[in-house]
């Protein structure tokens, strides 16, 4: 079977994030500049190849001084780490809409091998007569694995940010011809 290459349509989607701040609210923020490409034979998409890359600079939660301190040395080092990057290494089919996704997310030159349920919604053609597929990840993941591991502790107790991070990823990807 032949192979088949998808880009990512980005005007049809999202990479966001939410973390809890003073432990009982949560600031939500996306990535505004990223790629990911798929390779899958012809249109099987169990144990397809996924890679995807975000620029750090790109990170947006709707406040400058809480982004630029996100992409200081107290967080993402854009400096020095500009993005980060997931490879898969495994797409395995559960069901006829979900997928479990397997691969080594690299932050700040840190690599972790993660897991995530993938929610496949299907392959459709949009009127101009591409055909595109559908994806949505959800996930958690411990910052400080990564080495993000600035804080502040909070006068009542606690901290100020959160260290579960969880991921709200909406995919639509174009076949290429």
């Known amino acids: 079977m032949a192979t088949t290459k998808w880009s990512i349509d980005p005007t049809h989607s999202e990479i966001g994030f939410k973390v809890k701040h003073m432990m009982f609210t949560n600031v939500s923020g996306k990535f505004g500049t990223y790629d990911a490409t798929i390779t899958t034979e012809g249109n099987n998409f169990e144990n397809a190849a996924i890679e995807f890359s975000g620029d750090i600079a790109s990170i947006d939660t709707a406040n400058a001084d809480r982004d630029g301190h996100l992409r200081s040395a107290d967080f993402f080092d854009a400096e020095n780490n500009p993005k980060l990057t997931f490879k898969g290494s495994s797409f395995k089919k559960i069901d006829d809409g979900d997928y479990e996704l397997t691969g080594d997310l690299t932050i700040k030159g840190v690599s972790k091998t993660v897991k ?35 804080n502040s502790a909070l006068e009542t107790g606690g901290v100020l940010v959160g260290e579960e991070v969880r991921l709200n990823i909406e995919l639509q990807f174009v076949k290429q011809a």
Request: glycine share 14%; hydrophobic share 35%.
């Open 116 to 150: 995530f349920p993938v929610e496949f919604s299907g392959i459709m053609t949009d009127p101009w007569g591409n055909t595109k597929v559908g994806l949505n990840i959800e996930g958690k993941i411990n910052r400080k694995d990564w080495g993000l591991n600035w």
